[in-house]
C-alpha cells in the first residue's frame, strides 16, 4: 500500500471529480462522452436492485467469466470448487472500487449474492455490476448497495460460470470496460467514463446537468424548445443572470 492506502500502481479518483460526476446524470454523461468519440458507454439492460440507493461512483475492478466444465468444477458442494477468485476479490477490492463482472451477458446462474456483496459493502467498495443475474435479490434491494445486474436467479454461479481472472479487461453489456475505468451509476442505469477522460467531462457534465435543470423549468412552464433547447446564445445569457442571482455553487460564469 502507498501512504494513501491504495494498492501500488493504483491512482485514486481526484474527490472533486469524483463529486462532480456523482452530480451528473449518466444520460449527461453520455452526451459528453459522445463529444470526445464514445459512442456508446452505456450498459444496456443493466439495471438498479431495489430503491434503497440513488446511484454510485467507482473505479472499475473487474472480474471475467467463462463457462464451467464438470471436469473443473465439482458438483458436490459449489461452494469448495477450489475456484476462489470470486472470493479474492471481495476481499481484494479497495475503497471507492466498483466490481465489474463479465458474465458474456448470461443470466443462467449467478455473479454473486448477498453474503459476498455485503462484504463487499463493508471493505468500501462503492457498488457492483454485471450483465449476468445475482442472487438473493429482495436482500440485496434492502442493503443499501449499489447492486446492478440483468436479472435474479437462485441458481449458484458453479453451476454455469467459471471466474477466470480479475483485473484484466472485460466487456461487459457489450462496452469494454478496463481495471480502473470509471463507472457511473443513477437510477436508469451504467455508464462506463474512460478513466483517461474522467477529469475532462466530470465538471461540464457537473455544469451542464444545472444548466439543464434550469431549462427544464422553463418547458415545464410552459415554453417552446425552439431557441430554449439547445440554447440559443440569449437562453445562456438568461441562465447567467439566473445564476448570478443565487448563492448556491452553480456556475456563474460557464456558459
Same mark, same amino acid.
Given at each position: 500500500?502507498?501512504?494513501?492506502?491504495?494498492?501500488?500502481?493504483?491512482?485514486?479518483?481526484?474527490?472533486?471529480?469524483?463529486?462532480? *460526476?456523482?452530480?451528473?446524470?449518466?444520460?449527461?454523461?453520455?452526451?459528453?462522452?459522445?463529444? #470526445?468519440?464514445?459512442?456508446?458507454?452505456?450498459?444496456?439492460? &443493466?439495471?438498479?436492485?431495489?430503491?434503497?440507493?440513488?446511484?454510485?461512483?467507482?473505479?472499475?475492478?473487474?472480474?471475467?467469466?467463462?463457462?464451467?466444465?464438470?471436469?473443473?468444477?465439482? +458438483? @458436490?458442494?459449489?461452494?469448495? %470448487?477450489?475456484?476462489? *477468485?470470486?472470493?479474492?476479490?471481495?476481499?481484494?477490492?479497495?475503497?471507492?472500487?466498483?466490481?465489474? &463482472?463479465?458474465?458474456?451477458?448470461?443470466?443462467?446462474?449467478?455473479?454473486?449474492?448477498?453474503?459476498?456483496?455485503?462484504?463487499?459493502?463493508?471493505?468500501?467498495? %462503492?457498488?457492483?455490476?454485471?450483465?449476468?443475474?445475482?442472487?438473493?435479490?429482495?436482500? +440485496?434491494?434492502?442493503?443499501?448497495?449499489?447492486?446492478?445486474?440483468?436479472?435474479?436467479?437462485? %441458481?449458484?454461479?458453479?453451476?454455469?460460470? #467459471?471466474?477466470?481472472? *480479475?483485473?484484466?479487461?472485460?466487456?461487459?453489456?457489450?462496452?469494454?470496460?478496463?481495471?480502473?475505468?470509471?463507472?457511473?451509476?443513477?437510477? @436508469?442505469?451504467?455508464? &462506463?467514463?474512460?478513466?483517461?477522460?474522467?477529469?475532462?467531462?466530470?465538471?461540464?457534465?457537473?455544469?451542464?446537468?444545472?444548466?439543464?435543470?434550469?431549462? #427544464?423549468?422553463?418547458?415545464?412552464?410552459?415554453?417552446? +424548445?425552439?431557441? +430554449?433547447?439547445?440554447?440559443?446564445?440569449?437562453?445562456?445569457?438568461?441562465?447567467?443572470?439566473?445564476?448570478?442571482?443565487?448563492?448556491?455553487?452553480?456556475? #456563474?460564469?460557464?456558459?
Amino acid at each position: 500500500m502507498d501512504a494513501a492506502g491504495a494498492a501500488p500502481g493504483r491512482r485514486p479518483l481526484d474527490p472533486k471529480v469524483r463529486q462532480f *460526476l456523482a452530480e451528473a446524470s449518466t444520460a449527461t454523461l453520455a452526451t459528453h462522452l459522445y463529444k #470526445h468519440g464514445i459512442r456508446q458507454p452505456f450498459l444496456v439492460g &443493466v439495471r438498479p436492485i431495489g430503491p434503497a440507493f440513488d446511484g454510485f461512483v467507482g473505479e472499475a475492478f473487474t472480474m471475467r467469466f467463462i463457462p464451467s466444465r464438470e471436469d473443473v468444477e465439482p +458438483l @458436490d458442494d459449489p461452494y469448495r %470448487t477450489g475456484n476462489v *477468485l470470486q472470493w479474492e476479490a471481495v476481499e481484494s477490492v479497495e475503497e471507492g472500487q466498483v466490481i465489474v &463482472v463479465d458474465s458474456r451477458g448470461d443470466i443462467s446462474a449467478a455473479s454473486g449474492g448477498d453474503m459476498l456483496l455485503t462484504r463487499a459493502s463493508k471493505r468500501g467498495a %462503492t457498488g457492483f455490476v454485471t450483465d449476468g443475474a445475482v442472487r438473493d435479490g429482495h436482500a +440485496l434491494a434492502e442493503l443499501g448497495f449499489p447492486v446492478y445486474s440483468q436479472g435474479i436467479t437462485s %441458481t449458484t454461479r458453479p453451476a454455469a460460470f #467459471h471466474v477466470a481472472d *480479475l483485473q484484466s479487461p472485460i466487456g461487459c453489456a457489450g462496452v469494454a470496460v478496463y481495471p480502473g475505468d470509471v463507472l457511473v451509476g443513477d437510477r @436508469d442505469g451504467v455508464v &462506463v467514463v474512460p478513466r483517461a477522460l474522467a477529469d475532462d467531462i466530470a465538471e461540464p457534465a457537473r455544469d451542464q446537468e444545472f444548466l439543464e435543470s434550469y431549462l #427544464h423549468s422553463r418547458v415545464q412552464n410552459g415554453e417552446s +424548445l425552439w431557441g +430554449l433547447y439547445p440554447p440559443e446564445q440569449a437562453t445562456l445569457d438568461d441562465y447567467a443572470s439566473w445564476c448570478a442571482s443565487r448563492s448556491d455553487d452553480r456556475p #456563474h460564469n460557464n456558459h
